[in-house]
């Protein structure tokens, strides 16, 4: 099981990749094919650049929010881990070195070490 670890951040990488050919294809000529084959409408002249740039800037919204998403899902996953092993006990040994020298404060002079 452990050699198929990678296999979801190489599906969402592809998928990634996918959605930029996408829009960068969506912003090109693709804008055209979209209002022809899925609004099914032949526009010329100003109408026709009017409704491209309408079309582009949908496909902007559009990936604007996906990247969104992403950005608040990285965020809630990073701070979800680090408050696990913030609040994960630390085994004997493993924290940082109590020094051995004389400018420590003796107990009793009432500051805490």
């Known amino acids: 099981m ?3 670890r990678w296999l979801p951040r190489a599906v ?4 990634g990749v996918a959605v930029l050919a996408g829009l960068v294809w969506v ?3 693709g804008a055209a094919w ?3 084959h899925f609004d099914g409408v032949t526009l010329t002249g100003k ?5 491209l740039d309408a079309i582009r800037g949908r ?7 996906l990247v969104a998403l992403v950005a ?3 965020t ?26 004389s400018t420590r404060t003796p107990p009793g002079c009432g500051f805490s070490a």
């Open 72 to 74: 608040v899902y990285y």
């Open 34 to 36: 979209v209002l022809v």
């Open 59 to 65: 496909a902007l919204a559009i990936t604007t929010g």
């Open 2 to 4: 452990r050699r198929w």
């Open 27 to 29: 912003l090109g000529p």
């Open 47 to 51: 109408d026709l650049a009017g409704v």
């Open 76 to 101: 809630a996953r990073n701070a979800d881990t680090a408050l696990r092993s913030r609040t994960r006990p630390q085994p004997p040994g493993s924290g940082p070195k109590a020094s051995r020298s």
């Open 12 to 15: 969402l990488a592809v998928l």
